[in-house]
């Protein structure tokens, strides 16, 4: 089946009130994850914070574990390079997170024991303000990205995206305090 296919029906059982808006994360997350072929798949948002912008991480699906963990929020400070070039370029391709000017900061103080070695994430934007990416690592052995697999992403996210706002709940959260 297609990924659009499968994500348009994870978002008419969203619509209907069949699934709730976490397990629609975390549906999304496993099919992205299935399609694109990498170890974990994700989604996370933008939030303003005092302390200026942060990653917030909705849900992060790992096929490794099978199931589905939050992680930390992601500071701007800590992350400025990743979030220029997602402002940039809309993606980010790095096959080497360690290396990759993008992400190296990203992941400097917690690569090793996250064991990722790629990443790939694409950019998601709301009324033309960038709103967050959904994203995909490989952990153990490094991976080079394909622009399939980015088409793959990106449509899957685009999707799931315009389910999501649809939904007060997701602009509601975007806008809470921390």
Same mark, same amino acid.
């Not at 397990?23 to 170890?39: G, H, K, N, Y």
């Given at each position: 089946?297609?990924?659009?296919?499968?994500?348009?029906?994870?978002?008419?059982?969203?619509?209907?009130?069949?699934?709730?808006?976490?397990?629609?994360?975390?549906?999304?997350?496993?099919?992205?994850?299935?399609?694109?072929?990498?170890?974990?798949?994700?989604?996370?948002?933008?939030?303003?914070?005092?302390?200026?912008?942060?990653?917030? $991480?909705?849900? %992060?699906?790992?096929? #490794?574990?099978?199931?589905?963990? *939050? +992680? =930390?929020?992601?500071?701007?400070?800590? /992350?400025?390079?990743?979030?220029?070039?997602?402002?940039?370029?809309?993606?980010?391709?790095?096959?080497?997170?360690?290396?990759?000017?993008?992400?190296?900061?990203?992941?400097?103080?917690?690569?090793?024991?996250?064991?990722?070695?790629?990443?790939?994430?694409?950019?998601?934007?709301?009324?033309?303000?960038?709103?967050?990416?959904?994203? $995909?690592?490989? %952990?153990?052995?490094? #991976?080079?990205?394909?622009?399939? *697999? +980015? =088409?793959?992403?990106?449509?899957?996210? /685009?999707?799931?995206?315009?389910?999501?706002?649809?939904?007060?709940?997701?602009?509601?959260?975007?806008?809470?305090?921390?």
């Amino acid at each position: 089946m297609y990924p659009t296919s499968e994500v348009d029906l994870l978002c008419a059982r969203l619509n209907c009130g069949e699934i709730t808006r976490q397990r629609f994360v975390e549906e999304c997350a496993r099919l992205t994850s299935r399609q694109v072929a990498c170890s974990r798949a994700g989604l996370w948002v933008f939030i303003d914070s005092p302390q200026g912008r942060l990653l917030r $991480c909705e849900g %992060v699906y790992d096929r #490794v574990d099978d199931r589905v963990v *939050q +992680l =930390a929020d992601e500071s701007e400070e800590r /992350s400025g390079p990743y979030f220029l070039e997602l402002e940039r370029s809309g993606h980010v391709l790095a096959n080497d997170a360690r290396t990759h000017p993008a992400t190296r900061s990203f992941f400097e103080d917690h690569l090793q024991s996250s064991g990722v070695q790629s990443l790939m994430a694409a950019a998601f934007s709301l009324n033309g303000r960038l709103f967050g990416a959904f994203t $995909c690592t490989q %952990v153990c052995e490094p #991976v080079a990205w394909t622009q399939r *697999q +980015l =088409a793959i992403l990106t449509k899957i996210g /685009s999707r799931a995206t315009l389910a999501l706002a649809s939904g007060p709940r997701f602009l509601d959260s975007m806008l809470a305090p921390l």
